[in-house]
């Protein structure tokens, strides 16, 4: 079966650093995708936050993690850079691709999606 498995989550303290990674498993060739980073947290609806395009190609979609958050790839996973994190940034961490190579203006319907991995930020 394939799937999107993401990890790196954990506590950190404002101001702090955290770095995301997202590999492909169960036979998906993940060279072929676009990827997208979203996050949610408790009470909130879920929110797009980056994308990555099969060339490297990025896309920032949330105004609240511009020149904070940076995604990056090599040929076995995307990589989601997170500085200066605060408190807001607290949520659960998701993966996700749309089977595309290319990345949307906006992030839309998803066809698969890793597990979440949970950011906590806090003093």
């Known amino acids: 079966q394939v799937q999107l498995v993401a990890s790196g989550g954990g506590l950190v303290q404002p101001g702090g650093s955290l770095r995301l990674s997202c590999a492909g498993a169960?036979?998906?060739?993940?060279?072929?995708?676009?990827l997208s980073w979203f996050r949610q947290a408790l009470g909130k609806e879920r929110e797009g936050l980056l994308c990555i395009s099969m060339n490297a190609d990025g896309t920032t979609y949330a105004d609240s993690v511009k020149g904070r958050f940076t995604i990056s790839r090599d040929e076995t996973k995307v990589s989601l850079q997170m500085n200066s994190l605060t408190p807001e940034d607290t949520a659960t961490y998701y993966c996700?691709?749309?089977?595309?190579?290319?990345?949307?203006?906006?992030?839309?319907?998803?066809?698969?999606w890793g597990k979440g991995t949970l950011v906590t930020v806090s003093s």
């Open positions: 996700a691709t749309d089977m595309l190579d290319y990345c949307s203006d906006v992030p839309g319907p998803m066809d698969l």
């Open positions: 169960g036979g998906l060739i993940f060279d072929y995708y676009a």
